[in-house]
Nanobody
């Protein structure tokens, strides 16, 4: 059992920044990969970024590379998504999720936090 709680979403103008947080609790030792996903109305959920708890290796979707940074604080069991140079197309509900390892399904999901970027 893993519980994930996202926070930090809000309304921001294009070009601005937001920092999302995902606090993990429960059996976090069973989840070695943390990821951020997003879903806009009428669109499929898409991968944004992922990070390994153990070594900090990161992966990003092409659409956010160079603008977003994923990081983690192991002591706090918290994963962050720093979002810079935000665009209206970044508007979506952002979800935190965890997976046992690379190559397997994300089994636990947070409730999501809304990010709205105005033009």
């Amino acid at each position: 059992q893993v519980q994930l709680v996202e926070s930090g979403g809000g309304l921001v103008q294009a070009g601005g920044s937001l920092r999302l947080s995902c606090a993990a609790s429960g059996r976090t030792f069973s989840s070695n990969v943390m990821g951020w996903f997003r879903q806009a109305p009428g669109k499929e959920r898409e991968f944004v970024a992922a990070i390994n708890w153990s070594d900090g290796n990161q992966e990003y979707a092409a659409s956010v590379t160079g603008r977003f940074t994923i990081s983690r604080d192991n002591a706090k069991n918290t994963v962050y998504l720093q979002m810079n140079s935000l665009k209206p197309e970044d508007t979506a509900i952002y979800y935190c999720a965890c997976a046992a390892r690379r190559g397997v399904e994300y089994g636990y999901w947070g409730q999501g936090t809304q990010v709205t970027v105005s033009s």
